[in-house]
């Protein structure tokens, strides 16, 4: 399963060394959380603060899986 879409960040928690899991709300689908690998890097941490609006790419085998944002 893989969408693209624009999403509203909810909430990020930091996953392993360098990863976050991130909750984002995106209209028509819900919430979703996907893993960004990289996440707490210093090029990609200003962008997902909560509240912030991104263009995602979410992909996962199934619908209830943890996805991968990218």
Same mark, same amino acid.
């Given at each position: 399963?893989? $969408?693209?879409? @624009?999403?509203?960040?909810?909430?990020?928690?930091?996953?392993? @060394?360098?990863?976050?899991?991130?909750?984002?709300?995106?209209?028509?689908?819900?919430?979703?959380?996907?893993? %960004?690998?990289?996440?707490?890097?210093?090029?990609?941490? *200003?962008?997902?603060? *909560?509240?912030?609006? %991104?263009?995602?790419? $979410?992909?996962?085998?199934?619908? @209830?899986?943890?996805?991968? %944002?990218?």
């Amino acid at each position: 399963m893989e $969408w693209t879409g @624009e999403g509203l960040i909810i909430g990020v928690r930091r996953h392993g @060394e360098t990863s976050v899991i991130a909750e984002v709300m995106v209209a028509g689908r819900g919430r979703h959380l996907g893993l %960004v690998r990289g996440g707490r890097s210093s090029r990609l941490a *200003p962008t997902l603060q *909560p509240g912030n609006v %991104v263009q995602l790419s $979410w992909r996962a085998r199934l619908e @209830e899986h943890l996805g991968r %944002v990218l």
